[in-house]
């Protein structure tokens, strides 16, 4: 239940972020970029591992916008989503160090925790 959970509150803001993303302002896309690269540094990847990483995050992104883009229920966009993603960690961690993986996982927490509150100030 608590995984399921997650889940969906990842699902809400990576829906939250692509659907953000086309308003976003000039300035906010910079500091996006920013926070990816700063995130990026701290995983501190290989010169082996990035082009490997960057290749698991453009499938991922790619099956966001396929998810998105289906008038599918939400049940179904959901089911799709645990299955991209699920795929997307099993990748990661075939490629990460335990301590990459560890801050890749702590990352997605705190984007998690971002989009809570973000959520909350909306209301």
């Known amino acids: 239940m608590k995984r399921a959970l ?3 509150c990842m699902l809400m803001t990576i829906s939250a972020s692509v659907h953000s993303q086309a308003r976003m302002s000039e300035q906010e896309r910079e500091e ?3 926070r990816h690269e700063a ?6 990847l290989s ?15 790619e099956g966001l916008a396929d998810i998105r883009a289906t ?9 799709k989503f645990k299955r991209l993603s699920s795929t997307r960690d099993k990748k ?3 490629i990460l160090t335990k301590e990459q993986y560890a ?10 925790e971002n989009f809570k509150q973000r959520r909350k100030g909306n209301r």
């Not at 801050?103 to 998690?112: G, T, V």
């Open 6 to 8: 997650m889940i969906v």
């Open 32 to 34: 996006a970029m920013e």
């Open 39 to 44: 995130y990026m540094s701290k995983l501190n």
């Open 47 to 61: 010169e082996e591992q990035k082009p490997k990483v960057e290749e698991i995050n453009k499938e991922f992104f």
């Open 71 to 79: 008038n599918g229920s939400r049940l179904e966009k959901y089911n």
């Open 92 to 94: 990661m961690k075939e």
């Open 103 to 112: 801050i890749y996982k702590e990352n997605q927490q705190e984007q998690r």
